[in-house]
């Protein structure tokens, strides 16, 4: 890529001063006077970030190329009362927008209806009622429009509202009938508006003759029969008018894959007596003429054999490839607008495809070239309009975009990508007049010069309009409280034309501070800045916390001992739920003193689980807190009172033999169990009693039970009597305590 030739030093001292003091970024610089420069000249790979659809007339700076955008159009406002439209554009790539002293340009609505707007304010002054189309602004007169309404070619004055009959073309085509004599949409006259070159259709809207008309002789001065040889897209003269295009639709299927006079096919090129007929491309993509930096008259265009933006001179036919066109990712559609004759040696190019994704340094944007190989190469804006080509409605979202005379303006058309809609409108990127040299100079700051609101974790961000290497006074760059002069800890870097400074941590908020770059700072080659360069913003006031609510509530309140239950709950601000916050569950016994439990992070709607168990019986108490933060306020949910009660148990019996004999063993068992499950492990005791008597625990019959909660215990009586027996548990500090059933027997 080439670099820009440096200014002048006294210059670059002036302009210094006069920009660093409007020199901003997104919200500011929108509004100065002097539009920033362009400042992307590489060949990356650069994405369009989301942004909303900005409102009509109100500037914005492009978040990736750094240029002054504004949306001319607004088709909900701007449009007459039944004009159907669902929205506004700029007619084509190959037509002048902007009258002879731009201070008027002209849209078209979706229904062929032409609007006109104050090219300085933007303000729309509503519809031309011509009627007609290829509407062409006359070459010195800022008045008056020419249009094309059948044969006849019309003017129409916007100062006096007057229309005039310019030429009719019928006279000229005495017994043939036409019913058209037009360009078709995509011509335009010569730089001084003297020729003409367009094409008469029959009642078929079939092409038969080309012709060439001189406004200032009111003649025809060539026609050319071309009936029988194909159908014509379009037509037009050159700049200078010296030689008259052709957009024939037949493709040429000759060795040498060009058109001839006597064989018209793709694109062909003819003198002004519309003689010698010379091809010029097979099938050539979208194209426009142009003047290259020498003057000469050339068609700059997308060259489908070679998949090449490539320029052809009119009068050699010599082809020279600029740039290389990947179509290996998607389909790319390009239009080109050489219409900048007062800028010659440059040529603005937009393109579009079906994806929002950008795979090459070409996708979805507007961009300006030099008209030669290598040449430079100057990205505008991103257009963000995306073309479906099975959406009919969707030839109106293709940019289409054009320059003005000296390439200061261009417009371009975007669905802001709403594919099928047809809702369109029209949008302008405003350049210096220097852009393609300029000075060595800030040209954007972020956050801007006075900005207020500005977020605490923002980088500072200070643009230049060349590559800049540190300076000899670089390590003197801060920022620093406007207050005082407390450096903040910062990282300071730069990257091509880009200095950043990213504060080490939050700032503090509703503070002023001070971008303080020193004279010799920063430096482009030899060039300096030559005197100290200040910026103030402020930060944002603290924010004004939401208010958050935390419940809480247990899957039971009486919990047994060991026994899992769970503490849930959720967080919400403003009803909604707040995801990944982090809850604390606290523990009290009395109520009054709590302590940490453990803590979790909500789900993404808010929701949160604690699963828990108590070891012992009793009554406990639990609640979640949630600390708050710069956002949300802290929250504390209502307690929740637990009561755990000790498991219920149950104890079997039984004796083997059922029927005890006297002085004979027998076996007194019992199962232990607390609902299905037995216990083992726990102390039981085997208690006895005869009629009569009361119930004591049998001698060496204290037992542990074992597994599955069985105990066994031999016994055996020596006289003769009612025996009756039963287990007795007397409980844990989980299980409470039980007797077995009694088991009696007479011996």
Known sequence: MRIYKIASLSVVIILITVLFAGAVTVSAAAQLPNPPYPTVTDLLVRQAPSMPEPPARLPYIDPVFGTRVMRVTNHKTDLSADDTSPGLKNEYSRVQSFNADETKLI??????????????????????PIGGMDPRWDAANPNVLYYSDGTSLMS??????????VHDFARDYPGQNPIAVWMRYEGSPSIDGRYWGLMAEDQNWAAFSLLIYDKVTDHVIAKRDITGTGDVDWVSISPRGDYFLAGFLAECSNPSRRGTDAHPC????????????????????????????QGREVFVYQDSATDHLSKVDLATGTNT??????FSHTSISFHISGRAFNRPGWALISTTDSSTTSYT??????FAIELKANGRVVRLAHDRTLVDPSQERDYWAEPHGSVNRDFTKVLFTSNWGKSGTGEVEMYMVTLPSDWTSPPFIVNAIDPAINAHSVPTNKTVSVTFTKPIQPGANYANVTLRPTSNNVKVSATTTLSGNRLMIRPSSTLAYNTGYTVFIPKNGVKYGTQTIMSDFTSHFTTVAAPKKLTTTLNATASTTTPTVKQNFTIKGGLTASGAGLGYKTITLQRSLDNKTFTTSTTRQTNGTGWYQFSRSEMTSGTCYYRTKYAGDSTYTNATSKVVKVTVTKKPTTFSISTSPTAPKLNVAFTVSGTLKSGTSGLKGLSVHLER???????????????TTGTGGVVSVSQKVTSHNTYSYRWHFIGTATYLPCYSPVKTFTV
């Not at 490839?321 to 990947?326: N, R």
């Open 107 to 128: 849209a078209r609505s979706i229904n062929a209806r032409w609007y006109l707007y104050n090219a300085t304010t933007l303000k729309p002054l509503g519809e031309i």
């Open 156 to 165: 129409y004055n916007i100062a006096t509202k007057q229309k005039s009959l």
């Open 266 to 293: 793709g694109l062909m090129v003819y003198d002004r007596n519309l003689t010698h007929g010379r091809g010029l491309g097979d099938y050539a993509g979208h194209g426009d003429a142009a003047l290259d930096a």
């Open 321 to 326: 490839p600029l740039w290389p066109i990947d």
């Open 361 to 366: 340094w070409m996708d979805d944007q507007v």
């Open 689 to 703: 009693k005869i009629v009569g008597g009361s119930w004591t625990t049998v001698a060496s019959a204290t037992k």
